[in-house]
């Protein structure tokens, strides 16, 4: 029922209640959401277009971690903690997401105990991707990897 996969199986006031404290913000093609480094206040729920993650290494290296599209989340990690951003987060097209504060939803939690849950998935499946994609870098030969992202670009944008 719920349209992010990070509220499945949350009750439905719980939910009411969360989505309650969000505002919408809305984004130009181009435009950035957060810089790496900026300060982490805020998980996004995004509610259409699509928006990429990527980071500069020290050697100034452009590394694209992932896309987000309608029904993904970004900026997980602000819910947990209160520290910076570990990325870059651009809208590939205009976009429009729900914005969260992390510390809302931390307080939210307290009267509403499936929002811990909430805050759990958002870490967790970062943890379950990250795992995946390091196990995948040191296994799977880079042609295979490079598939594998256009196949995730095509999902992402509506291609079967």
Same mark, same amino acid.
């Given at each position: 029922?719920?349209?992010?996969?990070?509220?499945?199986?949350?009750? &439905?006031?719980?939910?009411?209640?969360?989505?309650?404290?969000?505002?919408?913000?809305?984004?130009?093609?181009?435009?950035? =959401?957060?810089?790496?480094?900026?300060?982490?206040?805020?998980?996004?729920?995004?509610?259409?277009?699509?928006? $990429?993650?990527?980071?500069?290494?020290?050697?100034?290296? $452009?590394? &694209?971690?992932?896309?987000?599209?309608?029904?993904?989340?970004?900026?997980?990690? &602000?819910?947990?903690?209160?520290?910076?951003?570990?990325?870059?987060?651009?809208?590939?097209?205009?976009?429009?997401?729900?914005?969260?504060?992390?510390?809302?939803?931390?307080?939210?939690?307290?009267?509403?105990?499936?929002?811990?849950?909430?805050? /759990?998935?958002?870490?967790?499946?970062?943890?379950?991707?990250?795992?995946?994609?390091? /196990?995948?870098?040191?296994?799977?030969? &880079?042609?295979?990897? /490079?598939?594998?992202?256009?196949?995730? =670009?095509?999902?992402?944008?509506?291609?079967?």
């Amino acid at each position: 029922m719920a349209e992010w996969q990070l509220l499945e199986g949350i009750p &439905a006031d719980d939910v009411r209640a969360v989505l309650a404290l969000a505002r919408r913000a809305t984004y130009r093609r181009g435009e950035v =959401v957060f810089h790496r480094h900026d300060p982490a206040d805020a998980i996004h729920l995004v509610v259409k277009g699509r928006f $990429d993650v990527r980071i500069t290494t020290p050697l100034g290296d $452009d590394v &694209a971690l992932g896309l987000r599209g309608r029904g993904e989340t970004f900026g997980e990690l &602000a819910v947990a903690t209160d520290s910076e951003r570990t990325a870059t987060v651009t809208a590939l097209e205009a976009s429009e997401t729900l914005v969260l504060r992390g510390s809302e939803l931390r307080r939210l939690a307290g009267r509403h105990p499936s929002v811990h849950e909430v805050l /759990v998935r958002a870490l967790s499946q970062q943890v379950a991707l990250l795992s995946e994609r390091l /196990v995948e870098a040191y296994t799977v030969d &880079a042609e295979t990897r /490079v598939v594998r992202r256009v196949l995730e =670009v095509a999902r992402l944008y509506g291609a079967s």
